[in-house]
């Protein structure tokens, strides 16, 4: 089992930005050892919806409210990966969850506890 832990949320105003890390204490070759990594979010209310992803070779994903805005990157010399998030939103305001998937046939999915972003207008 293989433990996420985020970090970098706050409170920041619209226009403001933040960068989310990810890494995996126990096991940080896990970083750039795996099937894939994603970034998720879920704000109150709202089921969790699908941000980022930074694909194994590197390529990159995003979704349409975010493309332009954030950027997904991975450092292996600090085997972390981030979420470079620039001019946010008030609805940008979420729990913010880092994700990958690993092990046999990548089938183990892996999730953090969350880190909290707050835009205010």
């Known amino acids: 089992q293989v433990q996420l832990v985020e970090s970098g949320g706050g409170s920041v105003q619209a226009g403001g930005s933040l960068r989310l890390s990810c890494t995996a204490p126990a096991a940080p070759e896990f970083i750039s050892n795996n099937c894939g990594m994603h970034w998720f979010r879920q704000a109150a209310g709202k089921q969790r919806e699908w941000v980022s992803t930074i694909a194994s070779d590197g390529s990159t994903g995003y979704a349409d409210s975010v493309k332009g805005r954030f950027t997904v990157s991975k450092d292996k010399s600090k085997d972390t990966m981030y979420l470079q998030m620039d001019g946010l939103k008030p609805e940008d305001t979420a729990t913010y969850f880092c994700?990958?998937?690993?092990?046999?046939?990548?089938?183990?999915?892996?999730w953090g506890q969350g880190t909290q972003v707050t835009v205010s207008s």
């Open positions: 994700n990958a998937r690993g092990g046999s046939y990548c089938r183990s999915d892996y």
